[in-house]
Structures are given as structure tokens and as C-alpha cells.
């Protein structure tokens, strides 16, 4: 019988189905926004000693993983150290790096040809000894404080292409396979290996206190080499002292306290539970890629092992769930419920206080509340309610490392939020790039985007088409440079594409985000010389008359959907119609959508979950579904589709339409991916899986049942006006930013639309 607790359980059963509730508004396991009502944040701005250092207030940025950010010798440079900086002088009083990996010459999929990294490194001293010691200094000048993470290893999550390059297998505690490739072993480790990394961490923190840094921070969750070493899913030595799960983790502490001194802050994250067996059920955790990692720690285990880290020299935790195999949740995307964790800090808590845990200095252990906690009043109940001592904000300081500056002035509506895409903090630098973000430009580039715009040498007059979010954000920075701009926009509402795409309750960020492109260009308006026209659908001929200095298209884009005999005859309405306006539904209750990407994925959830009665299909041409999208996130839709009934076809065509079918090519080869698999990731194009089994086409027409089609099949540039306003040389500049250039994503909108803001 599978291993399941019911507290685990019952949290993730509701991380699909939480739209369905009623009232549970800026509240835990619901939707939130950014609203002030708890102004002043006393608790969030209080003081909060660890071991012998005193962290100015309740708020933690999270590891957010500076992957490609130092020098490939590992050298901390200019990159990361502005990256830090920046939330350091926004007002947080912990920072804590991404991942440091201790492991080199271990673990051989953190090491590149050549002896270089895309990881940061504290290992090789005086190489890289000034640049850490910049970076502290810089942190310590705004009064932050600031911790290393090391991580002993990724592991069986760590990059397999080592087996290609250095013909050397990836490693673990035991014989696992790998994440990304599951048919290649991890190798398990020898314990003089182990032995090594233990050293190798107590090197680390001496080094790390020398530089100036606050503290030591351990990589203990998501199921990397560390919990691979402390978790019995992946543990399953059987002889040598490490076959006890908990003692690598246990000896690692105590040489990190052995060099870093008795003062030494050392923290922990880990999570309460893998939740794998809960996720996935009996079925799923039969799958080859999961079958051995059935036997978790339970909560009970995992409480009584962070007991003993206190024990051995542990001063505070962060804690979550889940790991690579579910990433969603130690990931949380858009779609999961805010304060998601809370539950989980909460149960860590109460335990320390029932059993009066203190660290070695004597003091309570503080728990560290993450996941989805970026809304301030929020995060300011959630310590009140002492559901956690402090709060960790990752992607939120990202989005707007001014946050807390933000949040304890008061002005919260000025917060600009995160929208849980995850493009450009995790796809970046899964895709070979750095951290950066999709809402705000500057997050990466720090050190090369000055954080005051200067004002324009030569003022002009522009007209801006189109009040997308690359519209609105090029024409509040042009109007703040001294430019004198016109935004025109044809219909009664800002924000394109993001409008309909704010409907589903899963995406809350999103009618967040929509709200502050709204004030601030209200803002603006009030401010700086900026018209905004509504429901105004200018012409070649109005913008010539008007004698514009500049145009700038940012019109977004326009339907893709190929011409299918039979489209007339059956009832069908584009997805994002249908979101603006449900009444379009009607009594359908067989619904078959066309376009299996993020649009149409999401779309289906609105109806699986928030339309009563719906019996709903996605249709898919391509292999995956949601491809291109970050991992967690798609893996969150799709688990959740599952759990609802919607069925996922993929490797399908559409043929034709009858009154009430869809007609579609299915192909039944045995390869074809299951579409339910969210264990596994989809591998960037650029890296070819050899192992990749062959995909056959076994062609089978098959009739969907349809009282409603909903078409989701992507839209392509829309840049007709563009083009017609070079040949009719509307204006002496044209400039063609966000969709209509490009469709893609939120994040090179919002790009485009600095980068030009910044020099016209």
C-alpha cells in the first residue's frame, strides 16, 4: 500500500481545485492581491535576531539561482553583484545567493569543459575571493545582510550532457535514473566522495565568513544531491555509515559549525515532504521514471530530522514541497493559490513551540514562510498569525526589488507585480540565459541599464498604437523622458491580450498586473504630458495630419487560425472572445478546444473548474502540450486537467467540422508522449536525446463530440499598419515593438518596449 498523509494530501488536492472555492481572498491556499489594508506592517518591519546576527526586518529574498551571472571561472562580477545590490538598496534584510555548488571534480554535471562553470563559485579561494567580498561589502552599504546557499550537488537534476562531454555518468545518493533522461543512471557516490563535499562545506562557510558574508545557507529541498543524501526515496544505501538518511546531512551541519564558529548563522532549507506519492498515486508512482522513489520521508520523519540538524548547529529553516518530479510546487506558478506554503510553515512552527526547540545560541528557531507571498497585507497577516517568523519573496524582488522600500512607505499600488509566468527567472537560464524577468527589464541588467532614465535631449512628438503592455510601458517612459505622446487604443480597455487572459481565477497575478499598467498610466497622465485615447482606431492618414515626430506600432497580434472545411457549420468561438464574454458558452456541455498551448490549456481549466458540467477536449498537432512554457507551470495545468477529466489529444489534426463533430487524424504509434507526463521535462531543442525512442504515425480518424469549438491555435504578428506606415512615410521614425513584431511572451514586450523608451 502507498505511503500518503492526509495533511500532504489534502494541500494537494488543492492546489488544482482551490478556483472553487468561495471567499478565500488575500487568504492562504487563494487568490490575492496588492491591496493595503494592514498598513502600517509592523510585524514585517520588525527586527529578527539569527544566532549572533540581527537582520533588520521579517523579509528573506529567495535563492533565485544566478546560473551564467558570475565569470565562468565562477568569479562573482559586475552582473551579480548589481543584481544583489539592487534588493539590497530595495529595502530587504536578507538576501540569499542562488545555489553554490561544492562539488566540483564530484558531481560532474556542475563542471564545464575546461574547468568552468555557469554556477558562481566560492571554492577556488583567491580566483574568486575579491568578488564575494564586494558583493558582501556592496549588501552591508544599503543594511542588508546576506547568505551564501551551497549545495553539495544536483545530482540525478543535474545536466546528464556530462556523459557526452566527459564521459562521465551524473551521480547520486544511490543507482537513480536521471531526471532529464531517465534511461541514463546517476552512479552512486563512494563515502570518501561524500566525506569530501563535507569538507569541501566547512571550507566554504570559513571562506564565506572571511569575504564578510552574514551566514551559510543549505540546498536541502527539491531533490537535490543533498536531499537525494537525506531522503529515503532516493537513499536506499544499504551498507556504510550514509545508509542512515539522515547522518550526511547531520555531519555537514556540524562541520559547517566546526569552521563558521559558534556565532555562525547556518540555515536550512528543506521540504516537509517530497509529496510525490500523494501527487501522483498508485498509477503514477508506477512509472518507470518514479517507482523507485515511493518511499519518502513522511512529515513525522522529516520534522524529527530537522530537529536534529537544530541540534547539530541549524539556526533557521525555510520550508516547502515537492521536488523536481512535481516542480510546480517548489515552484509555485501562476496558477497555484497564493500563500500556498503557509499550511506547511505553520505545522513547523507549532512543532518547535510544542517541543521548545532553541538553536545552539539559545534562541527559537525561525521558520521561513515561502511560496507565493508577495502581496503585503498577505505576508504581514501570516506573521501576525505567526504561521512564520519571517517571509521569503523571490520572483516578487525580481519583479520590483524596491517591494519592501515599497511596502513600508506605504505605497503598495506602486508595486509592480509578478505575474508567475516564469519566462524569465527559470526559462532563461533553463534555455542557456541568466535570471531575469518578464515585467521588469532591468532584472540582470543591472549593471548595464542605469535605474534613472534620463530625460530626452530632443522632445518629441510621438504617437504610440496599440495600449498593450508594450504601448503602455514605452509611452509612460517616453512621457517621463519629456516626450510628448498620444496612446491610442481601439478598444475601452488596456492591456491586449492580457485582458481575456486575466479572466480565469488562476491567473489573479495577471488581473494584478493589469492594474498597475492602469495606475500607472493614470499616473502618468496626471504627471507628464501623455493623451491617452480610447476606443480610437487611428489611421495612416489621422497620424500624418498630426504631423508625428515618431510612431511606434505596438498593435499586438492577430488570429492564426488556419482555414478547415467545415468551420461554418459548427458553433466556434476564439478563446479569447469566449473569456471576455461567457454568455458565448450557452448550454454546451461537450466542449473540444483546438490548440493545446498555454492559451487553449488554460482555457480548458477555466471551464474543467470554474463552468459547471463541462465535458472538455484539447486538441494538439504537436507532440507536447504547452511547449515552450516553463516546466513547473505546465506541469501544473496539465496535472490539474487530469484530475478534472479533460481529456489531452496529442499528435492530432484537425480534418473537418460537421454541425455537432469534430473530425480529427489521431496518430496511435506507441511512442507518441503521454500528454498527462509531468515528471519528466521537456529538453530545449538544442539538446537531442539519443535515447529518444523513435515516433512512428499510425493514422486513425476519430469523431469528437462538439456543441462548442474553441479555437486556440496562436496568433501571428499583426503588423499590416506597421508596414504600411513605413511605405506611406507616416512619420521621419516608425518603430514596431511587443506583438505585432513578435508573438511571444509578456517578457520581450516589455523589453522592446524599454529598450526604446530609454533612447528616443
Given at each position: 500500500?502507498?505511503?500518503?498523509?492526509?495533511?500532504?494530501?489534502?494541500?494537494?488536492?488543492?492546489?488544482?481545485?482551490?478556483?472553487?472555492?468561495?471567499?478565500?481572498?488575500?487568504?492562504?491556499?487563494?487568490?490575492?492581491?496588492?491591496?493595503?489594508?494592514?498598513?502600517?506592517y509592523?510585524?514585517?518591519?520588525?527586527?529578527?535576531?539569527?544566532?549572533?546576527?540581527?537582520?533588520?526586518?521579517?523579509?528573506?529574498?529567495?535563492?533565485?539561482?544566478?546560473?551564467?551571472?558570475?565569470?565562468?571561472?565562477?568569479?562573482?562580477?559586475?552582473?551579480?553583484?548589481?543584481?544583489?545590490?539592487?534588493?539590497?538598496?530595495?529595502?530587504?534584510g536578507?538576501?540569499?545567493?542562488?545555489?553554490?555548488?561544492?562539488?566540483?571534480?564530484i558531481?560532474?554535471?556542475?563542471?564545464?569543459?575546461?574547468?568552468?562553470?555557469?554556477?558562481?563559485?566560492?571554492?577556488?579561494?583567491?580566483?574568486?575571493?575579491?568578488g564575494?567580498?564586494d558583493?558582501?561589502?556592496?549588501?552591508?552599504?544599503?543594511?542588508?545582510?546576506?547568505?551564501?546557499?551551497l549545495?553539495?550537488?544536483?545530482?540525478?537534476?543535474g545536466?546528464?550532457?556530462?556523459?557526452?562531454?566527459?564521459?562521465?555518468?551524473?551521480?547520486?545518493?544511490?543507482?537513480?535514473?536521471?531526471?532529464?533522461?531517465?534511461?541514463?543512471?546517476?552512479?552512486?557516490l563512494?563515502?570518501?566522495?561524500?566525506?569530501?563535499?563535507?569538507?569541501?562545506?566547512?571550507?566554504?562557510?570559513?571562506?564565506?565568513?572571511?569575504?564578510?558574508?552574514d551566514?551559510?545557507?543549505?540546498?536541502?529541498?527539491?531533490?537535490?544531491?543533498?536531499?537525494?543524501?537525506?531522503?529515503?526515496?532516493?537513499?536506499?544505501?544499504?551498507?556504510?555509515?550514509?545508509?542512515?538518511?539522515?547522518?550526511?546531512g547531520?555531519?555537514?551541519?556540524?562541520e559547517?559549525?566546526?569552521?563558521?564558529g559558534?556565532?555562525?548563522?547556518?540555515?536550512?532549507?528543506?521540504?516537509?515532504?517530497?509529496?510525490?506519492?500523494?501527487?501522483?498515486?498508485?498509477?503514477?508512482?508506477?512509472?518507470?521514471?518514479?517507482?523507485?522513489?515511493?518511499?519518502?520521508?513522511?512529515?513525522?520523519?522529516?520534522?524529527?530530522?530537522?530537529?536534529?540538524?537544530?541540534?547539530?548547529?541549524v539556526?533557521?529553516?525555510d520550508v516547502?514541497?515537492?521536488?523536481?518530479?512535481?516542480?510546480?510546487?517548489?515552484h509555485?506558478?501562476?496558477?497555484?493559490?497564493?500563500?500556498?506554503?503557509?499550511?506547511?510553515?505553520?505545522?513547523?512552527?507549532?512543532?518547535?513551540?510544542?517541543?521548545?526547540?532553541?538553536?545552539?545560541?539559545?534562541?527559537?528557531?525561525?521558520?521561513?514562510?515561502?511560496?507565493?507571498?508577495?502581496?503585503?497585507?498577505?505576508?504581514?497577516?501570516?506573521?501576525?498569525?505567526?504561521?512564520?517568523?519571517?517571509?521569503?519573496?523571490?520572483?516578487?524582488?525580481?519583479?520590483?526589488?524596491?517591494?519592501?522600500?515599497?511596502?513600508?512607505?506605504?505605497?503598495?499600488?506602486?508595486?509592480r507585480?509578478?505575474?508567475?509566468?516564469?519566462?524569465g527567472?527559470?526559462?532563461?537560464?533553463?534555455?542557456?540565459?541568466?535570471?531575469?524577468?518578464?515585467?521588469?527589464?532591468?532584472?540582470?541588467?543591472?549593471?548595464i541599464?542605469?535605474?534613472?532614465?534620463?530625460?530626452?535631449?530632443?522632445?518629441?512628438?510621438?504617437?504610440?498604437?496599440?495600449?498593450?503592455?508594450?504601448?503602455?510601458?514605452?509611452?509612460?517612459?517616453?512621457?517621463?523622458?519629456?516626450?510628448?505622446?498620444?496612446?491610442?487604443?481601439?478598444?475601452?480597455?488596456?492591456?491586449?491580450?492580457?485582458?481575456?487572459?486575466?479572466?480565469?481565477?488562476?491567473?489573479?497575478?495577471?488581473?494584478?498586473?493589469?492594474?498597475?499598467?492602469?495606475?500607472?498610466l493614470?499616473?502618468?497622465?496626471?504627471?507628464?504630458?501623455?493623451?491617452?485615447?480610447?476606443?480610437?482606431?487611428?489611421?495612416?492618414?489621422?497620424?500624418?495630419?498630426?504631423?508625428y515626430?515618431?510612431?511606434?506600432?505596438?498593435?499586438?497580434t492577430?488570429s492564426g487560425t488556419?482555414?478547415?472545411?467545415?468551420?461554418?457549420?459548427?458553433?466556434?468561438?476564439?478563446?479569447?472572445?469566449?473569456?471576455?464574454?461567457?454568455?458565448?458558452?450557452?448550454?454546451?456541455?461537450?466542449?473540444?478546444?483546438?490548440?493545446?498551448?498555454?492559451?487553449?490549456?488554460?482555457?480548458a481549466?477555466?471551464?474543467?473548474?470554474e463552468?459547471?458540467?463541462?465535458?472538455?477536449?484539447?486538441?494538439?498537432?504537436?507532440?507536447?502540450?504547452?511547449?515552450?512554457?516553463?516546466?513547473?507551470?505546465?506541469?501544473?495545468?496539465?496535472?490539474?486537467?487530469?484530475?478534472?477529466?479533460?481529456?489531452?489529444?496529442?499528435?492530432?489534426?484537425?480534418?473537418?467540422?460537421?454541425?455537432?463533430?469534430?473530425?480529427?487524424?489521431?496518430?496511435?504509434?506507441?511512442?507518441?508522449?503521454?500528454?498527462?507526463?509531468?515528471?519528466q521535462?521537456?529538453?530545449?531543442?538544442?539538446?537531442?536525446?539519443?535515447?529518444?525512442?523513435?515516433?512512428?504515425?499510425?493514422?486513425?480518424?476519430?469523431?469528437?463530440?462538439?456543441d462548442?469549438?474553441?479555437?486556440?491555435?496562436?496568433?501571428?504578428?499583426d503588423?499590416?499598419?506597421?508596414?504600411?506606415?513605413l511605405?506611406?512615410?507616416?512619420?521621419?521614425?516608425?518603430?514596431?515593438?511587443?506583438?505585432?513584431?513578435?508573438?511571444?511572451?509578456?517578457?520581450?514586450?516589455?523589453?522592446?518596449a524599454?529598450?526604446?523608451?530609454?533612447?528616443?
Open positions: 500500500m502507498l505511503k500518503k498523509d492526509a495533511f500532504v494530501q489534502q494541500l494537494i488536492d488543492s492546489y488544482g481545485n482551490w478556483v472553487c472555492a468561495a471567499d478565500n481572498h488575500n487568504c492562504a491556499g487563494g487568490s490575492a492581491s496588492m491591496t493595503s489594508e494592514l498598513y502600517p509592523s510585524r514585517m518591519f520588525s527586527p529578527i535576531r539569527v544566532n549572533g546576527v540581527t537582520i533588520k526586518n521579517r523579509l528573506v529574498m529567495a535563492p533565485m539561482g544566478n546560473i551564467d551571472m558570475a565569470e565562468e571561472t565562477g568569479r562573482p562580477n559586475a552582473k551579480m553583484q548589481q543584481y544583489f545590490f539592487a534588493r539590497a538598496k530595495g529595502g530587504v536578507l538576501i540569499t545567493t542562488g545555489l553554490i555548488p561544492i562539488s566540483h571534480g558531481d560532474h554535471s556542475i563542471t564545464e569543459l575546461g574547468g568552468l562553470s555557469y554556477f558562481p563559485r566560492i571554492d577556488r579561494s583567491r580566483t574568486v575571493f575579491s564575494w567580498r558583493l558582501a561589502q556592496g549588501c552591508h552599504n544599503y543594511g542588508a545582510r546576506i547568505f551564501v546557499q549545495t553539495p550537488g544536483l545530482g540525478r537534476v545536466n546528464p550532457q556530462c556523459l557526452i562531454t566527459q564521459t562521465k555518468f551524473p551521480v547520486s545518493a544511490s543507482l537513480n535514473p536521471n531526471f532529464y533522461i531517465p534511461e541514463i543512471p546517476c552512479m552512486p563512494s563515502g570518501g566522495k561524500l566525506h569530501k563535499i563535507i569538507k569541501n562545506a566547512g571550507q566554504a562557510t570559513a571562506d564565506a565568513k572571511a569575504a564578510g558574508l551566514g551559510v545557507y543549505l540546498h536541502g529541498h527539491e531533490g537535490y544531491l543533498l536531499e537525494q543524501l537525506t531522503n529515503p526515496a532516493f537513499n536506499r544505501r544499504k551498507l556504510g555509515k550514509y545508509s542512515d538518511w539522515q547522518r550526511f547531520i555531519d555537514i551541519v556540524k559547517i559549525r566546526r569552521r563558521g559558534a556565532k555562525y548563522p547556518i540555515m536550512y532549507r528543506i521540504d516537509l515532504s517530497l509529496a510525490l506519492n500523494e501527487t501522483y498515486g498508485e498509477d503514477g508512482m508506477n512509472e518507470k521514471a518514479l517507482k523507485k522513489f515511493k518511499n519518502g520521508r513522511t512529515v513525522e520523519q522529516t520534522l524529527d530530522y530537522m530537529v536534529n540538524l537544530v541540534k547539530a548547529g539556526d533557521m529553516f516547502d514541497l515537492g521536488c523536481y518530479d512535481n516542480w510546480w510546487l517548489p509555485p506558478p501562476a496558477g497555484m493559490p497564493a500563500g500556498c506554503f503557509l499550511d506547511v510553515s505553520k505545522l513547523v512552527k507549532d512543532r518547535f513551540d510544542e517541543l521548545k526547540v532553541v538553536s545552539n545560541a539559545g534562541i527559537p528557531v525561525p521558520v521561513v514562510a515561502v511560496g507565493k507571498l508577495g502581496y503585503p497585507d498577505l505576508a504581514e497577516k501570516a506573521l501576525r498569525d505567526d504561521m512564520c517568523d519571517m517571509v521569503m519573496l523571490g520572483r516578487p524582488l525580481l519583479a520590483d526589488p524596491e517591494w519592501p522600500n515599497k511596502a513600508y512607505a506605504g505605497k503598495v499600488s506602486e508595486i507585480p509578478c505575474i508567475g509566468c516564469q519566462e527567472c527559470i526559462n532563461e537560464f533553463v534555455d542557456g540565459g541568466h535570471p531575469q524577468c518578464a515585467v521588469n527589464p532591468r532584472t540582470g541588467f543591472e549593471e541599464m542605469p535605474e534613472a532614465i534620463s530625460p530626452a535631449e530632443t522632445k518629441k512628438k510621438i504617437a504610440v498604437v496599440g495600449a498593450g503592455p508594450a504601448g503602455v510601458l514605452f509611452a509612460t517612459m517616453a512621457a517621463r523622458r519629456g516626450h510628448k505622446v498620444d496612446l491610442y487604443e481601439k478598444t475601452s480597455r488596456i492591456g491586449g491580450k492580457i485582458v481575456p487572459g486575466s479572466v480565469p481565477r488562476i491567473k489573479f497575478d495577471i488581473q494584478n498586473y493589469l492594474l498597475y499598467l492602469e495606475n500607472e493614470k499616473a502618468a497622465q496626471k504627471a507628464y504630458d501623455l493623451d491617452v485615447h480610447m476606443d480610437t482606431e487611428v489611421t495612416i492618414e489621422q497620424l500624418k495630419n498630426k504631423k515626430d515618431a510612431v511606434v506600432y505596438a498593435i499586438g492577430k488556419p482555414k478547415i472545411p467545415g468551420l461554418d457549420k459548427v458553433k466556434h468561438v476564439e478563446a479569447t472572445d469566449l473569456l471576455l464574454d461567457d454568455k458565448i458558452l450557452g448550454n454546451a456541455k461537450n466542449i473540444v478546444v483546438i490548440g493545446g498551448g498555454v492559451v487553449g490549456c488554460e482555457t481549466y477555466w471551464l474543467a473548474y463552468k459547471a458540467d463541462c465535458n472538455v477536449k484539447v486538441v494538439e498537432m504537436l507532440p507536447y502540450f504547452m511547449k515552450g512554457t516553463c516546466t513547473a507551470n505546465r506541469g501544473h495545468i496539465i496535472h490539474y486537467l487530469k484530475d478534472q477529466g479533460v481529456e489531452l489529444i496529442n499528435c492530432a489534426m484537425v480534418k473537418e467540422f460537421d454541425e455537432k463533430h469534430v473530425v480529427i487524424e489521431k496518430n496511435t504509434h506507441k511512442n507518441v508522449p503521454n500528454p498527462y507526463n509531468t515528471w521535462p521537456i529538453l530545449p531543442e538544442n539538446i537531442e536525446n539519443p535515447l529518444a525512442p523513435k515516433l512512428g504515425n499510425v493514422p486513425e480518424l476519430v469523431s469528437l463530440d462538439a462548442l469549438v474553441v479555437l486556440a491555435m496562436g496568433g501571428r504578428p503588423d499590416a499598419a506597421y508596414l504600411d506606415g511605405k506611406e512615410l507616416v512619420a521621419p521614425e516608425l518603430y514596431n515593438i511587443g506583438d505585432s513584431f513578435s508573438a511571444g511572451r509578456v517578457l520581450e514586450a516589455c523589453r522592446a524599454y529598450a526604446l523608451g530609454t533612447r528616443i
